[in-house]
């Protein structure tokens, strides 16, 4: 099993931005995709962006490039998303989200995923 416990939510302004952070731990975690995804009430959970194991390769949404960014330490087992210029759409529970598979691309599907954090709500308001 793989456990990921996200951090860092908050409320902010418009305009002001967060870092949200992900600790992977367990024996199953080897350094594989890990991606953010957010899910806004009444709405489908929806993919934010996600990065390599080890190439750090990385991939945002495009309505999202500008603004956020996303990075990983495996000496720490953590990934993170930076968000800045925050606007009240983005106001959603983000989760953390890594596949057991060794995909070669990064998955933007929910049901390509396996192991999901429990969520930290951000919250931005106008």
């Known amino acids: 099993q793989v456990q990921l416990v996200e951090s860092g939510g908050g409320s902010v302004q418009a305009g002001g931005s967060l870092r949200l952070s992900c600790v992977a731990s367990?024996?199953?975690?080897?350094?594989?995709?890990l991606a953010w995804f957010r899910q806004a009430p009444g709405k489908e959970r929806e993919f934010v962006g996600g990065?390599?194991?080890?190439?750090?390769?990385?991939y945002i949404l495009d309505s999202l490039k500008g603004r956020f960014t996303i990075s990983r330490d495996n000496a720490k087992n953590t990934l993170y998303l930076q968000m800045s210029g925050l606007k009240p759409e983005d106001t959603a529970d983000y989760y953390c989200?890594?596949?057991?598979?060794?995909?070669?691309?990064?998955?933007?599907?929910?049901?390509?995923?396996?192991?999901w954090g429990q969520g930290t709500q951000v919250t931005v308001s106008s």
């Open positions: 989200a890594s596949p057991k598979i060794l995909w070669a691309h990064i998955p933007s599907t929910p049901h390509d995923y396996d192991y």
């Open positions: 367990g024996r199953a975690f080897i350094p594989n995709i």
């Open positions: 990065i390599s194991g080890s190439e750090n390769r990385t």
